[in-house]
């Protein structure tokens, strides 16, 4: 997929950018929690995630 998309996915919906970028693992559990705590949190995590 292409990074523009993910990037774009990690910023309204960060769950399923990590989930494209790496698939159903530790990553994208991690970031489900985080995005139900805060959003903020979950976006950066997807960001970094996404462009590591």
Do not use: E, Q
């Not at 774009?8 to 559990?29: E, R, T």
């Amino acid at each position: 997929m292409n990074k523009l998309v993910l990037i774009i996915l990690c910023v309204l919906l960060p769950p399923l950018g990590v989930f494209f970028a790496k698939g159903a693992g530790k990553d994208l559990l991690i970031n489900i929690i985080l995005t139900l705590l805060f959003w903020i949190p979950g976006m950066v995590h997807a960001l970094w995630v996404t462009t590591r």
